[in-house]
C-alpha cells in the first residue's frame, strides 16, 4: 500500500490585502482591544452607593474621540456621585407638635412624617431637650436602624426597622416632664454625620400652679411694682421645672416677652416689652460711643464701646435665686448677664474688692480726646489684669459698659450689691444697695459726655423706636 507523500517545496499562497485592507484591519483590532481593556475596568471597579432617586447616576460614560488621523483614543470619564441629600415632610394625618404647642403632662402623642434620602439611610433620630433640665430622661433620645431593611424613604410610622418597631411607637411623649422642651428629627447614612430635618419647640404642661407673689421679693418688690405699674404685668402664673428653674404661663409669656437684635453679633437678647425702650438707649450710646485704654497693658487704640460685649450670658430666663424664695428678676426679662466667664463678673464677695481696687487705683479717666475726627474717651492703666480680646483689663470691662451705656440707660449695676459683687448683672427692676455715685462705693468717673459719633455700622439713635421711649441721661 503507497502513502501519501507530503508535500514538499510547493510555497504556501495567502490571500492578497491592500493596503487600505491593512489599516483597517490594525484600527479594528485596536478598537476591540480597547473595548477588551473597558470591560475589565467596570467589572473590577467598587460598586457605589446605590441611590434612591437617581439609579443610573454612577454609570460610565463613554466618549470616543479622533484624536487624530488614522487613530482612535477612548476616553473613559466617571460621573462623580451626588451629594447627600435629607428632607423630610410632615403627616397631615398625624402632625407632630407646632411650635409653641401645649402638650399635657403624662400624655403620649402620636406623629407621623417622612424621610427621604437620595442615599440608603442607616438610621432615623428623635432627640428631645428641656431647657433647663439635665435629669433623666433627658436628653431623651430614640433611634431606628435599616441595615437589614435598606431604604431611602422612610416613614415614621413604618415597623419595617432592625428594631421592628416605628420611631413614632418608641417615642413615648408621657415621658417628658413639665417644661420647654425641642424636638429634633436627625437622619444619618452610611460614612455621615446625623443630619437634621426637622426641629420644633413645645410646652409640656401639668395642672398644678403656683403665682409669683409679693412673699418672693426679699427687697425688690416696691422698685419692680414701680418699674411695671401694674401687677399683672409681672407677677405670673408658673410650674417648678428643675432646681431652681420654672416655666412661664404661656399666656403670660407671649403677651409681654420679645426679642430684639443684640451683641455680639446681634445675638437675639429676649426680654419684658416695657425694657426695650432702656436696652434699646443702651444699644445707642455704646454703638456711638468710643474709647481708649493704654498703659501697663499696652493700647487698644479707639475701640467702640459696644465692641466690650463680647458675650451674652441671658436675659429673660425664668428663675428663683438658689435660695427656692426670692425671685430672680431674669424672670421679667428686665436684666441681663454679659461677659460671665471672666472672672471678677463672677458673683462673689471677693470681686467687690478686686473690681473697687483695679478702677478706684488704676484706671484714669484722661477727658475725651479726639483722633481722625472721633471724639473718645481715654483712659490710662497702671494695673496688670489680664485683658478681654479687646486689650481692656477684665476687671475694667463692664465697669466701662456701664459708665458709658447701661447707666445713661437707667440700668443699675450688681456690682453695688451689699454683700457681693455680681458685676456681669445690669438690671432695671431691682433693689441695688448702693450706687455709681455713692461718695464711698460709686466707681463714676465720666460726667460729661462726647457728642455721639455716627458709626457706619451702628443703627442710628434718631431711628430707633426704643430711642424715643427710653430715659435721659442721667444728670
Not at 437620595?118 to 433620630?125: A, F, G, H, I, R
Not at 415614621?156 to 418608641?170: F, K, R
Not at 492703666?381 to 486689650?391: A, E, K, L, V
Not at 434718631?462 to 444728670?475: K, R, V
Request: net charge negative; with cysteine; glycine share 6%.
Amino acid at each position: 500500500m503507497t502513502g501519501r507523500t507530503p508535500l514538499k517545496g510547493i510555497p504556501l499562497k495567502l490571500p492578497a490585502w491592500s493596503k487600505k485592507q491593512t489599516i483597517l484591519i490594525g484600527v479594528l483590532a485596536g478598537v476591540l482591544l480597547c473595548a477588551i481593556v473597558f470591560l475589565i475596568a467596570v467589572l473590577s471597579r467598587p460598586a457605589e452607593p446605590a441611590c434612591a432617586e437617581d439609579p443610573d447616576s454612577n454609570e460610565v460614560a463613554e466618549d470616543i474621540e479622533l484624536i487624530e488621523e488614522g487613530s482612535v483614543s477612548l476616553s473613559l470619564a466617571a460621573t462623580p456621585p451626588p451629594d447627600l441629600a435629607l428632607t423630610f415632610r410632615e403627616d397631615a394625618d398625624n402632625p407632630l407638635p407646632e411650635n409653641g404647642a401645649i402638650l399635657k403632662l403624662g400624655e403620649d402623642v402620636a406623629f407621623g412624617g417622612t424621610v427621604y434620602s437620595n442615599y440608603p439611610l442607616d438610621s432615623v433620630n428623635v432627640s428631645i431637650s428641656c431647657s433647663h433640665n439635665g435629669k433623666a430622661p433627658y436628653p431623651y433620645r430614640k433611634s431606628v436602624h435599616f441595615k437589614q431593611h435598606r431604604t431611602g424613604v422612610y416613614s415614621l410610622i413604618d415597623p419595617a426597622t432592625d428594631e421592628g418597631a416605628s420611631l413614632s411607637m418608641l417615642t413615648d411623649l408621657s415621658e417628658l416632664l413639665v417644661g420647654w422642651h425641642t424636638m429634633k428629627i436627625s437622619a444619618s447614612v452610611s460614612g455621615s454625620r446625623a443630619v437634621e430635618v426637622f426641629r420644633c419647640s413645645f410646652y409640656v404642661l401639668g395642672d398644678k400652679w403656683e403665682t409669683i407673689t409679693k412673699d418672693n421679693f426679699t427687697d425688690s418688690y416696691k422698685e419692680a411694682k414701680a418699674f411695671f405699674g401694674s401687677e399683672e404685668r409681672f407677677l405670673y402664673r408658673y410650674q417648678w421645672v428643675y432646681g431652681r428653674y420654672i416655666v412661664a404661663d404661656p399666656v403670660w409669656e407671649q403677651t409681654y416677652i420679645t426679642e430684639i437684635p443684640g451683641y455680639p453679633d446681634r445675638t437675639p437678647w429676649k426680654m419684658h416689652i416695657d425694657a426695650v425702650p432702656y436696652f434699646g438707649k443702651a444699644f445707642d450710646y455704646l454703638n456711638t460711643s468710643f474709647l481708649r485704654v493704654h498703659g501697663t497693658n499696652g493700647d487698644t487704640g479707639v475701640i467702640k464701646a459696644i465692641d466690650l460685649i463680647t458675650e451674652y450670658n441671658g436675659c429673660y430666663v425664668s428663675r428663683f435665686t438658689s435660695s427656692l424664695k426670692s425671685i430672680s428678676h431674669h424672670t421679667f426679662g428686665t436684666a441681663v448677664d454679659v461677659n460671665a466667664s471672666m472672672e471678677p463678673n463672677k458673683n462673689t464677695e471677693a470681686n467687690t474688692k478686686v473690681i473697687d481696687d483695679d478702677v478706684k487705683g488704676h484706671l484714669v479717666f484722661n477727658g475725651i480726646q479726639t483722633e481722625n475726627g472721633i471724639p473718645y474717651y481715654d483712659f490710662t492703666y497702671d494695673g496688670s489684669y489680664d485683658t478681654d480680646p479687646n486689650g481692656v483689663p477684665q476687671t475694667c470691662v463692664n465697669y466701662l459698659l456701664y459708665e458709658l451705656g447701661f447707666f445713661r440707660a437707667g440700668f443699675e449695676w450688681a456690682h453695688y450689691y451689699k454683700s457681693t459683687s455680681d458685676a456681669m448683672h445690669f438690671c432695671l427692676s431691682e433693689f441695688v444697695t448702693y450706687n455709681h455715685e455713692h461718695p464711698k462705693f460709686g466707681l463714676r468717673k465720666v460726667y460729661q459726655y462726647a457728642d455721639p459719633v455716627k458709626d457706619p455700622a451702628a443703627p442710628s439713635p434718631d431711628a430707633s423706636p426704643a430711642a424715643s421711649a427710653a430715659p435721659t441721661d442721667t444728670p
